[in-house]
């Protein structure tokens, strides 16, 4: 069996809802109290034992290389004082694991964007995180994506985390219908790009965390444009559960929908609470 050691993170995405904030910020880089996004997704992958993060970029995001790079002036100017801890953590993350990194020319939808991770991954299974889906673990279980790690040695094959969602938001999300398996567990039939909520073949939405089997970049390369005329990853992975077997994991723990202005302040509030008070 191969196991997972990258992760691929879509990252070239202009993130129009927060102008103008991330006219020349990268939208990955906003931070939930003092840390960006990205790095939250980063460390969610090293709790996966994941260690090479191949990040997918475009015009403007340089910001995330750097960040992922040691600051030699910053370090010398708080070496000794007081203040040094505050690297103490991105530090610990630039030691783990390397970083890769590929430009997305054109934006052409997610499933362009993995397409355009190919070169960095390879023919091997590999996980996806999509950086403004901000999640944590509650006390008794590992992080999401360590979950899905845990299921892909089991079940080998591609795996979308889910979770429910009141039917009027479905024009938001990739939406599945499967057979439950075993609690929490479904086996893929059909999965539709953000249906409007009558045409929903469920409510149970997928959220940015997947474990993609490397079969994938072929069938990405004949899927057609589709929702809003880009490539979507949804319709790759509906042609893989038609063709073998796709899984569907209510992860346990909580989500922030961070690429809206609601789901950012309530990340917020929630890592301030947990981390703070
Ligand atoms: C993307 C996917 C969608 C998925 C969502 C999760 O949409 O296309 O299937 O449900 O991420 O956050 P986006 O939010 O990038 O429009």
Redesign the pocket.
């Known amino acids: 069996m191969q196991i997972i050691k990258k992760c691929l993170f879509p990252a070239a995405?202009y993130g129009t809802r927060f102008l103008p904030a991330t006219k020349a910020t990268p939208k990955e880089m906003l931070p939930v109290l003092t840390k960006p996004l990205i790095q939250y997704g980063v460390e969610e992958a090293i709790e996966a034992g994941l260690s090479t993060m191949a990040i997918v970029t475009g015009r403007g995001k340089r910001a995330i290389e750097d960040h992922f790079d040691i600051s030699y002036e910053l370090e010398h100017q708080i070496k000794d004082t007081p203040k040094e801890h505050y690297l103490r953590e991105i530090r610990e993350v630039i030691d783990k694991c390397t970083f890769s990194y590929t430009r997305q020319i054109h934006m052409k939808?997610?499933g362009h964007a993995i397409l355009c991770g190919e070169t960095l991954i390879g023919n091997e299974p590999f996980a996806v995180v999509?950086a403004?889906?901000l999640c944590d673990n509650t006390c008794e279980e590992s992080g999401v994506l360590s979950q899905m790690v845990k299921l892909y040695e089991k079940h080998q094959c591609s795996i979308v985390a889910i979770e429910e969602i009141p039917k009027e938001l479905t024009n938001?999300?990739?939406?599945i219908a499967g057979n439950e398996i075993e609690p929490g567990l479904f086996e893929i039939t059909d999965m539709v790009?953000?249906p409007d909520p009558q045409d929903a073949p469920s409510n149970l939405?997928?959220?940015?965390r997947y474990i993609l089997t490397p079969d994938i970049f072929d069938i990405i390369r004949v899927t057609e444009p589709g929702?809003g005329g880009e490539i979507?990853?949804?319709d790759a992975l509906r042609t893989q559960a038609k063709a073998g077997k796709v899984l569907a994991y209510k992860f346990k723990g909580k989500r922030f929908?961070c690429?809206s202005v609601e789901g950012f302040v309530e990340a917020t509030n929630y890592f301030y609470e947990k981390e703070y008070k």
């Open positions: 995405g939808g997610l999509l403004d889906d938001k999300y990739g939406v790009e953000k939405a997928i959220i940015g929702k979507q990853i949804t929908d690429g």
